[in-house]
Each structure stands twice: as structure tokens, then as C-alpha cells.
């Protein structure tokens, strides 16, 4: 996938859901295994916190606590939400990934805003994750009717505690009919692939270093052996004809419930010549990033597809279909990508923008 990440900057990722629903547990079981990658933890509510990874942090002050793998850990309210997350998106802090643990009572949809419309250019919009608890989903929903909304704006929904459903079929149907064209993954213990939020690195980059993996290898898996640990479908779509910008946006603008992610380069040939364009997409948020070409190396379009469910087959062949090796471009085929490019074309909400 080349020599940096897609895109440059660190994804912010929103994790919502009800008292109970278990997103510490999902954040904590993030922090045991992040392999490599540095996790800025922001908890966005003062009485709640439980972070089980404190007993080895230490505190350094500020209600930042620093875990043991790198990680970092604050504690804030909605109005210091922006000074910890440029904070923590200065380059010196070497942050991978940025993950909001909601309160139980917080509007995911204002976290959300807040994130969109944060004007540092070292983050962008990693999507809005909704955990719900499979065995009180009824009772949920009869409590805080607003469940409903919050699904619908979610970008993944984790259905934890799916072992403890009596009717798990039903209540997966039932959450799945709420979520628009969300992900939907069912897990226990809050355990989902890292790889489907953010990229990982090699754990092999902390030689020397007591991570924290290290510390739960052993003793993190003691209870739940044979437990779902959920993980994801991916696509690796390569190819050395250049894609044609208004095939491959159809392609954008229809894709699939369940497909989450979209993250690589893609080569447009004669439509510009200079550029390669990262492409990032999560739920419906997507943003394309200009950048020279650099080396003598083959010009490519690289794609990884993430998602759940995805028929990646039907996903291949409609990509395939999207290339085109005409050697002239038309003057107006790069308008719709224009459109998810930051800077003056960038309109401020688009169809792919989650809805304010």
C-alpha cells in the first residue's frame, strides 16, 4: 500500500452506546490489542471511569494517563473535547489512532459534528461506532426509544453480548433493520478486530519494550477461550489500468450495506497525470487526498475493502468494471471527486457526509 498510511491523518473514532452496553469493555479489549499501534483514549465523562489498564498506567497529570503500550488515556468533558484532541494529534505524540468513549448519556450525533467540523489538519473522521447489549436490546429500546435514531446514524453497530440473547436471530434482524447501510457485527466481550477500526501495526516495531499485549497474553483470554472474537472481510483490489473518476464514484455512491472501510490509492491516468489519490472512507464520510507520484515504479491502483457480510466477489467485479485505459480524459470526469477533495472544491456536506 506504498509508504504511508491512507490518509496522512490520525482517524477519530466515535464509540457510543448505553450505560451497560460494554464499551469500556470493547474500548479496554482495543488497548489489550493494539499490537504496535498508539491508541489516544479520550473518555468523555468523569464519573465513569473504567479503564481497567490504569493499575499499570501512570497518571501524568492533566487526567491524562499513559498505559503501557504507548497509549494514552484522558478523561475530559464535551468542552475539552478539541484542546485533547490537538493534544493528542501533535505529531510528537506519535498517536495511531483517536477513540471517544462516549458517555452513556451523550448525543453521539454532537461528538460526531464536533469531529467533522474540528479544523486540525492532523485528523479526520474515523466513524461513528454504536454498541448495543443484545440481551437487554428490548428493554434499551423501551428505555430510551432514542436507540433508534442513534443506530440509524452509526457507521458500525457492535451487538455485544450476543451469548447471553435468548432470541440472538431476532434481535440481530431487528438491529440490522435500524442500522442504515451500517456494518453490523455481533460480539461478545466487546471483541472486535482492531484491523476493522483502524490499521495496526506490527507489534514487532515495540521490541525491548513491555507492552501491554505482553501483560494480557496470558491472563486476558483465561475466562472467555472459544468466545467470539469478531472479525471482518476484506477485498484487496489491485490494478495497473487507471480507474475512471465517474465509474468509480457510482461505485462509492452505491456501495453496499456492511461494507465499513475503503482505504488506499487510486491511479485516474490521462484525468491527472501528476497526482495519485489516497481515498478514505468510512461509513458514508469519504475523502480523496491528492499527492505527487514519486519514483519510477509502476503507477497502480491499490484498494482494501473492510466490512462484514460484504459479498466480495460481486465487489471485485464491479471495480473491475470501473477501469478504464482510454488515453484521453474528459474535462468534466474528475467534478465528482473534486467534490471529497479537502481544500476549495470541498463542499461542507456531501451524501457521503453523515447526515447532520
Known amino acids: 500500500m506504498g509508504n504511508s498510511s491512507t490518509p496522512q491523518q490520525i482517524p477519530v473514532v466515535v464509540l457510543a452506546g448505553f450505560l451497560g452496553s460494554g464499551k469500556t469493555t470493547l474500548l479496554n479489549h482495543l488497548l489489550h490489542r493494539s499490537g504496535g499501534s498508539r491508541i489516544g483514549a479520550i473518555v468523555n465523562d468523569f464519573g465513569a471511569i473504567e479503564i481497567d489498564a490504569m493499575a499499570v498506567a501512570g497518571a501524568l497529570g492533566d487526567s491524562t494517563v499513559s498505559l503501557g503500550n504507548g497509549c494514552l488515556c484522558c478523561a475530559v468533558d464535551a468542552s475539552e473535547l478539541d484542546v485533547y484532541l490537538n493534544r493528542l494529534a501533535a505529531p510528537g505524540v506519535g498517536i495511531d489512532v483517536i477513540v471517544i468513549e462516549a458517555s452513556g448519556l451523550a448525543e453521539p450525533q454532537e461528538l460526531v459534528r464536533m469531529v467533522l467540523a474540528s479544523e486540525h489538519p492532523g485528523i479526520v473522521y474515523g466513524g461513528l461506532v454504536e454498541v448495543v447489549d443484545a440481551a437487554e436490546f428490548d428493554d434499551t429500546r423501551a428505555r430510551h426509544p432514542e436507540v433508534d435514531r442513534h443506530l440509524a446514524l452509526a457507521d458500525l453497530v457492535v451487538v455485544n453480548k450476543l451469548d447471553r440473547a435468548a432470541d440472538r436471530e431476532r434481535v440481530l434482524g431487528l438491529v440490522q433493520s435500524l442500522a442504515d447501510r451500517a456494518a453490523v457485527v455481533p460480539a461478545t466481550y466487546g471483541r472486535i478486530d482492531p484491523e476493522f477500526l483502524f ?158
Open 199 to 356: 490499521d495496526c501495526k506490527p507489534s514487532g516495531e515495540r521490541i525491548g519494550q513491555l507492552s501491554f499485549d505482553d501483560l494480557h497474553d496470558h491472563t486476558d483470554d483465561d475466562d472467555h477461550t472459544g468466545h467470539l472474537h469478531t472479525g471482518y472481510d476484506s477485498l484487496s483490489f489491485t490494478s495497473d489500468l487507471p480507474m475512471d473518476p465517474r465509474a468509480l464514484m457510482r461505485f462509492l455512491d452505491s456501495r453496499p450495506e456492511g461494507l465499513y472501510r475503503i482505504k488506499g490509492y487510486v491511479d485516474f491516468g490521462p484525468y491527472d497525470t501528476r497526482n495519485r489519490y489516497a481515498v478514505h472512507a468510512v461509513g458514508r464520510f469519504l475523502r480523496f487526498y491528492p499527492e505527487p507520484w514519486t519514483g519510477a515504479g509502476d503507477r497502480l491502483t491499490q484498494l482494501v475493502l473492510i466490512g462484514s457480510g460484504i459479498d466480495t466477489g460481486t465487489l471485485g467485479k464491479e471495480l473491475e468494471a470501473a477501469r478504464n485505459d482510454a488515453p484521453h480524459a474528459d474535462e468534466h470526469g474528475m467534478w465528482g471527486v473534486l467534490r471529497y477533495v479537502q481544500g476549495p472544491q470541498e463542499t461542507e456536506a456531501g451524501p457521503q457526509d453523515p447526515p447532520a
